[in-house]
């Protein structure tokens, strides 16, 4: 019995598909900067966005749109040296959806092999727009204070 045929005693009905144009995809992988600047004397629990470069030829952005065609997830998010001042980390996605939230930053250090890890990678597709935001959650001394994560970024792009 062909597919045909089975679809329809089963059915009733023959269902029309429509074949989709199979497309090249080439995977390129980043590691992302996240700048945050925390201003002297800003009090605890206060949201301040971040910067963020994926290309040093390139200037840092505070709010990023995935191009045309492409998918980017985010697979890992760590530093190298733990903050003078605390804060989490927010992911906002089209400017109005928070989909990640990260445990304190001081506890993503590279170095220690309990640290917190995405489960499952944070995906964003074409137009989504970026923007990652910090809570600090501690009072911030007579100084500036700036807190450097990096992201593990894989981007999905037509070939």
Same mark, same amino acid.
């Given at each position: 019995?062909?597919?045909?045929?089975?679809?329809?005693?089963?059915?009733?009905?023959?269902? #029309?598909?429509?074949?989709?144009?199979?497309?090249?995809?080439?995977?390129?992988?980043?590691?992302?900067?996240?700048?945050?600047?925390?201003? #002297?004397?800003?009090? #605890?629990?206060?949201?301040?966005? #971040?910067?963020?470069?994926?290309?040093?030829?390139?200037?840092?952005?505070?709010?990023?749109?995935?191009?045309?065609?492409?998918?980017?997830?985010?697979?890992?998010?760590?530093?190298? *040296?733990? +903050?003078?001042?605390?804060?989490?980390?927010?992911?906002?996605?089209?400017?109005?959806?928070?989909?990640?939230?990260? +445990?304190? %930053?001081?506890?993503?250090?590279?170095?220690?092999?309990?640290?917190?890890?995405?489960?499952? +990678?944070?995906?964003?597709?074409?137009?989504?727009?970026?923007?990652?935001?910090?809570?600090?959650?501690?009072?911030?001394?007579?100084?500036? %204070?700036?807190?450097?994560?990096?992201?593990?970024?894989?981007?999905?792009?037509? *070939?």
């Amino acid at each position: 019995m062909s597919l045909k045929n089975f679809i329809f005693k089963t059915t009733g009905q023959v269902r #029309a598909h429509a074949t989709v144009p199979v497309q090249s995809v080439k995977k390129i992988e980043h590691t992302g900067i996240i700048t945050i600047t925390l201003p #002297a004397n800003l009090p #605890a629990n206060q949201t301040v966005v #971040a910067s963020f470069t994926l290309d040093p030829r390139y200037p840092s952005v505070s709010r990023l749109t995935i191009p045309k065609g492409e998918t980017w997830q985010i697979e890992d998010i760590y530093i190298t *040296s733990a +903050p003078s001042v605390d804060c989490i980390v927010r992911i906002v996605k089209n400017e109005r959806e928070v989909i990640h939230i990260t +445990p304190p %930053v001081s506890t993503l250090d590279v170095s220690n092999p309990a640290r917190p890890r995405l489960g499952v +990678p944070i995906t964003f597709s074409e137009y989504d727009t970026v923007t990652i935001e910090a809570i600090n959650l501690a009072n911030v001394g007579s100084s500036d %204070v700036t807190i450097t994560l990096y992201v593990k970024v894989v981007k999905y792009v037509p *070939s």
